[in-house]
């Protein structure tokens, strides 16, 4: 199966409707929770890269309506970190959910911090965090971009950074296709979720596209993580 690369999903259109982007950015945590394995992650990559003589610093890249950064933000506190965590997207309607989300959540604003900003923007300001993620990025982004997403990583990461996609696979389509049949017309979660994984990387594409540094490997069917650590790079 090909790289669909010229594909459009619904949501990243300017004009696309305005309640189904409102619904998809609510049934992402659901989503998420079985599809995106960021609990491992957290334990195995983020908690083991955390300060305990300081507030640690975590940092979510295109973050949308900041499911992954809220749960980021609940899981380090709960394991007795201090820590800001801050979420970034460039889309003021991905901006303005997240920002009421996270004030229904009754989270403290200078400790979750959502942004209307790009990666290129905080590199500009030589802001640093302990870690920086993105979460089902990659695969939105042209060659340009994701080569600058890679490089402004590694300028913003005191540690490690870790993105995470869609491992592209044909199973992928029909697994995700019947699971999510039930949100059909409801939201733009299953096609636009169809369109991502015919839009993503195998992890034999990914790791060609990488910059010199970063690793990347299959955590498991459908998933590929690209990691890149700071210590690494320096020794």
């Known amino acids: 199966m090909q790289r669909a690369i010229n594909a459009v999903e619904e949501m990243d259109r300017p004009d696309c409707d305005p309640a189904l982007l ?12 079985f599809v995106s394995g960021w609990r491992q992650v957290y334990v195995a990559l983020i908690r083991p890269a955390l300060p305990r003589h300081r507030t640690g610093t975590i940092l ?16 380090a506190r709960a394991d007795g970190f201090e820590v800001r965590v801050v979420g970034i ?22 400790l979750l911090e959502f942004r209307r900003a790009s ?23 042209g060659p340009v971009e994701l080569a600058g997403v890679f ?38 979660v299953r096609r636009d979720g169809l369109t991502s994984i015919r839009r993503s990387f195998t992890t034999d594409e990914l790791s060609r596209v990488v910059r010199p540094g970063w690793h990347v490997h299959a955590p498991g069917l459908y998933r590929n993580l690209a990691v890149w650590h700071a210590q690494e790079a320096t020794s």
């Open 119 to 141: 990666s290129s923007d905080l590199v500009a300001l030589g802001q640093r965090f302990d870690v920086v993620i993105s979460n089902h990025v990659l695969h939105h982004l």
């Open 60 to 75: 979510d890249i295109g973050c949308g309506g900041g499911d992954i950064t809220r749960n980021l933000f609940r899981w």
């Open 151 to 188: 490089a402004d990583s590694e300028r913003l990461a005191r540690t490690v950074a870790i993105h995470s996609d869609i491992r592209r696979r044909r199973s992928a389509l029909l697994f995700f296709g019947l699971a999510t049949l039930p949100l059909g017309g409801s939201s733009y």
């Open 89 to 110: 997207d460039p889309d003021p309607r991905a901006h303005d959910f997240a920002v009421r989300a996270a004030a229904k959540a009754g989270t403290d604003p200078t």
């Open 22 to 33: 409102e619904r998809t950015y609510a049934q992402f945590p659901l989503v998420n929770r």
